[in-house]
């Protein structure tokens, strides 16, 4: 796409005294290049023009300014940067006044504290974010912020990236004044013509003290603390303190040079590239060709099949969305346990002060619940959630053939069962689907929306319709067992258990997987969820394994005792009293060393790196081939699967941006040397030895041709 110019994204007009510079560059007026050089035309005319004695800036749409262009990330810098542009306003001798409406954020509320004065209207929300993308704000942000809301306060606001809304903001010092509703160019234009007439001058934000000078030294040095503690190997946080740490301790052009170096530090981190991509990623999965072919089917009735774990909390996200829900259960017991399962999620919300009582009665007046298939015929969209159980499954899907009314969306929620054939049990099988919540499902972002091989383009469009309304990030997929997700899961923790086997603890693996940056290593995840279920699922196809493949027993020892993790107090970890934090079992490293006797392994030791690069490689080599299957329409699906329902680190990005980061040659060696210990698990993908051969990495796959 050809760059715009610079006059035609950021224009000038003179209204009386004032000149009011319009940013204009949809969709959100990010700060790219030919911003950037608009803006510095703007101020140059308004500097030379002694017609201006005033200057507006304004946001044209919805948005004042989204902040930098994210776009233009990992680019060679393109001038003028925005410090400079924003130095050169901020000099200007008159006043400067943002009105700010919809989004300022990032490098939108820089050049906002750049300015002299800064009104917002109703809508405004104020941030700086840059954390959340690996950066810190790098246009002066970190210096200015806390001259106008405290070192503290200013400190605060970069590391949590939160926005603050136009009240919050003025009472936090970042605004002066509040405007009723109404259009920001004339709220802004009033404001203008007030200052003027009180005869009002450029006030430089670099030039004002810093608040709260006295206290704040004490009061970051406990920050920093706080911070080193709560942000898990990420780089920007740290040097966020650094930056205002220098606002305090040096004069405002030191400190801008300051925020300069650090912010290229952060900006050259593999951080900011993972913390980008997921940025980027998260918005592509809902662009899909089905989106682009079909309307969605209108919907505001649904049923919901089971309420178990899953068809409570999915009950909770549609009852959340504003959609009705009829609740389908087997009998008037099972639909006082649903409904309980649904109050009990309300009522938490209630005891913790985030909902009023007023506020569930109106949103359960939408929840009924049944035992009988006829009170859902008239449903627009059902979801089943019962047993993982193909012929409970078959026999609910000929059910809801029989009674729900022609167009009605048939999904269902299933971890891995084959949507094909339960699609076929019916007569419409271009209205089946699969919607694969995750658990807790109204907390968990992700939603896997499986495409079955008849599914219809509008069912897959009103899915994702559906994903939208109830606020979930969602995902396409195709049919295979265990769809993204799940089959990726199940080849790298196989892949953990052959370094179980081979010597490494379960508590060292853990901690290697933690150390890479997940909240949790895969065995205390197993005793979280009960290990119960991974056996039942290994139970399930004992039959249809590879009998030549590597099975590693360990985890039936452990389940065949009733050690389920949490719930029964032990598993791979023990939980005394019902704790919730795992002690290590000298039991279970008993377990594991009769085990690797019995096989006559000798046990050695891996380093954390050891067992990472064994995992990520099964992690990557599964995906590729979920990618050259079409079960994964693109990498960056494969990473917003893992980035939303595995609790993969999201600054690095997801595995296939973690595998480019790598590098895939390094990553299709790893493969190939532990091929020599066991050359049938380590089967490198064909995708992957292409990408390879041709040099090419996953992102070249993001990209349409
Ligand atoms: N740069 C480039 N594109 C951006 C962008 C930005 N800063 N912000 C949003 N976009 C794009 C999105 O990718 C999306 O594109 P698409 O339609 O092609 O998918 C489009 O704008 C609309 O965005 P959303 O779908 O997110 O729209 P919403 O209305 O839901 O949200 C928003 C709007 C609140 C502005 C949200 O987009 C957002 O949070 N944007 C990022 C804000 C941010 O992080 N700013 C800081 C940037 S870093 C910086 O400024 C560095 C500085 O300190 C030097
Ligand atoms: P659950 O055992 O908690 O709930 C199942 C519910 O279905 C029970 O309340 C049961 O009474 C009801 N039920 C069974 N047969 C029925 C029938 N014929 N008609 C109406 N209701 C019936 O199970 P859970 O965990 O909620 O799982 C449900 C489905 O969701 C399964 O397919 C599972 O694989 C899938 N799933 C589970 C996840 C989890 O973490 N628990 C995550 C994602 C999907």
Same mark, same amino acid.
């Given at each position: ?52 004695? +005033?200057?507006? !800036?304004?946001? =044209? ?5 989204? $902040? @930098?262009?994210? #776009?233009?990330? %990992?680019?060679? *810098? ?107 160019? +004339?709220?802004? !234009?009033?404001? =203008? ?5 009180? $005869? @009002?001058?450029? #006030?430089?934000? %670099?030039?004002? *003290? ?107 996200? +549609?009852?959340?969305?504003?959609? =009705? ?6 009998? @008037?017991?099972?639909?006082?346990? %649903? ?116 599914? =219809? ?249």
């Amino acid at each position: 796409m050809p760059s715009p110019s610079p006059d035609s994204v950021v224009q000038t007009s003179l209204h009386g005294p004032v000149l009011v510079v319009r940013i204009d560059n949809p969709p959100v007026n990010a700060l790219g290049q030919a911003v950037r050089a608009g803006l510095l035309a703007a101020v140059e005319r308004a500097q030379g023009d002694d017609a201006v004695r +005033a200057v507006l !800036l304004v946001g =044209a749409g919805k948005a004042f300014i989204a $902040g @930098a262009d994210i #776009r233009e990330f %990992g680019k060679p *810098p393109q001038p003028p940067s925005l410090p400079e542009v924003l130095h050169r306003m901020e000099q200007l001798d008159k006043p400067v006044i943002a009105a700010i409406h919809g989004p300022a954020l990032g490098g939108g509320l820089e050049v906002a504290m750049a300015a002299h004065y800064r009104l917002a209207l109703p809508g405004a929300k104020l941030g700086l974010p840059e954390v959340n993308l690996g950066l810190l704000p790098g246009a002066g942000g970190t210096q200015r912020a806390p001259r106008l809301m405290g070192v503290v306060a200013a400190a605060e606001l970069m590391l949590s990236g939160k926005h603050l809304s136009a009240k919050a903001a003025q009472a936090a010092g970042l605004v002066d004044k509040l405007a009723e509703e109404g259009d920001p160019t +004339a709220a802004g !234009l009033a404001y =203008a013509e007030e200052l003027l007439a009180q $005869g @009002a001058g450029a #006030r430089r934000t %670099g030039e004002l *003290p810093i608040p709260d000078a006295a206290t704040a030294p004490a009061a970051l040095d406990q920050l920093a603390l706080e911070t080193a503690r709560k942000s898990r190997g990420l780089f920007s946080p740290a040097r966020i303190i650094e930056c205002v740490r220098a606002a305090l301790e040096l004069p405002f052009e030191q400190g801008l040079k300051r925020e300069r170096e650090l912010f290229m530090e952060c900006l050259n981190s593999p951080q900011r590239a993972g913390l980008v991509h997921a940025f980027f990623a998260e918005r592509e999965t809902a662009k899909i060709p089905e989106a682009r072919a079909a309307q969605p089917r209108p919907f505001a009735r649904l049923a919901i099949i089971g309420g178990g774990t899953m068809g409570a909390g999915i009950t909770v996200s +549609a009852l959340d969305a504003g959609l =009705a829900v009829t609740m389908i259960e087997r009998d @008037a017991e099972s639909i006082a346990r %649903g409904q309980a399962n649904v109050e009990k999620v309300y009522d938490g919300l209630i005891a913790k002060g985030r909902m009023k009582p007023e506020a569930k009665a109106a949103t359960l007046a939408r929840y009924r619940a049944s035992t009988s298939y006829d009170d859902i015929a008239e449903v627009d969209l059902v979801i089943e959630a019962v047993f993982e159980d193909i012929d409970v499954k078959k026999a609910v899907f000929r059910e809801l053939d029989r009674v729900c009314k022609s167009g009605c969306v048939l999904a269902t929620n299933t971890s891995y069962l084959d949507i094909d054939a339960i699609a076929a049990v019916t007569q419409r099988p271009q209205d089946v689907i699969g919607l694969h919540f995750f658990s807790p499902a109204n907390i968990m972002k992700l939603l896997e929306i499986v495409v079955a091989a008849k599914t =219809a383009p509008d069912v897959v469009a009103t899915a994702f319709e559906l994903a939208r309304r109830m606020k979930k990030v969602p995902v396409r997929a195709g049919v295979c067992d265990g769809f993204i997700g799940n089959r990726i899961l199940a080849v790298y923790r196989e892949a953990a258990n052959h370094v179980l086997e081979d010597g490494a603890s379960p508590y060292e693996i853990d901690a290697a997987v933690r150390g890479f940056g997940y909240p949790m290593g895969p065995f205390q995840v197993s005793d979280l969820a009960g290990g119960d279920i991974g056996w039942a699922t290994r139970k399930r196809k004992a039959a249809t394994r590879d009998p030549k493949a590597r099975y590693v027993e360990i985890a039936d020892r452990i389940a065949e005792r009733g050690w389920f993790g949490q719930k029964t107090g032990r598993g791979w970890y023990l939980y005394p009293q019902g704790a919730r934090t795992g002690q290590e079992d000298p039991e279970v490293l008993a377990i594991v060393d009769e085990e690797r006797q019995k096989k006559g392994i000798t046990p050695r030791s891996f380093t954390h790196e050891d067992i990472m690069r064994r995992y990520m490689a099964a992690m990557v080599n599964e995906g590729a081939r979920v990618l050259e299957e079409g079960i994964a329409l693109r990498p960056l699906d494969i990473d917003v699967t893992f980035l939303f329902g595995y609790g993969f680190p999201r600054w690095r990005g997801g595995p296939m941006k973690w595998a480019d980061i790598q590098g895939l040659p390094k990553v299709l060696a790893d493969i190939r040397e532990f091929a020599q210990e066991d050359p049938q698990f380590w089967q490198p993908a064909p995708l992957l030895e292409k990408l390879v051969a041709e040099g090419r990495d996953f992102e070249s796959l993001n990209r349409p041709a």
